[in-house]
């Protein structure tokens, strides 16, 4: 039985690592938000992020127009929400508190994923 162990051990770790092929959408969202937001501050390299959440949104559709003028029509896809607290340095150096955002990113079939909706509270 001991020696039965290991051996169900690596024949778990060898089939969970057969279905890697799909990216995981949902942490790429929360990656490209969190820089998408970053970028939006004065010093984004002082950016601290709390309380984020990931929200899958679900399918949806999309127009796009492309480089040449034609469109694209109903491009099938799924969005995710980003949603948490931002703080980050003013133009004074200071740490300006924290405050909520929230961010949309969306993968559409053959694109790239993508960030559209970017909103961070004033004060």
């Given at each position: 039985m001991k020696r039965m162990i290991p051996a169900l051990l690596i024949a778990v770790v060898a089939l969970t690592a057969c279905g890697e092929d799909e990216p995981d959408w949902a942490a790429q969202a929360k990656e490209m938000c969190l820089e998408a937001v970053a970028n939006e501050m004065k010093d984004p390299n002082s950016t601290e992020f709390r309380d984020?959440?990931?929200?899958?949104?679900?399918?949806?559709?999309?127009n796009y127009l492309n480089d040449d003028g034609t469109r694209d029509e109903d491009v099938p896809g799924n969005y995710w929400s980003v949603e948490g607290?931002?703080?980050?340095?003013?133009?004074?150096?200071?740490?300006?508190?924290?405050?909520?955002?929230?961010?949309?990113?969306?993968?559409?079939?053959?694109?790239?994923?993508?960030?559209?909706?970017?909103?961070?509270a004033r004060r």
């Open positions: 984020v959440t990931v929200e899958d949104k679900g399918p949806t559709t999309t607290e931002v703080n980050a340095k003013n133009g004074f150096g200071a740490m300006v508190g924290f405050r909520g955002f929230r961010c949309e990113a969306k993968k559409s079939e053959g694109r790239d994923m993508d960030t559209g909706y970017v909103n961070i």
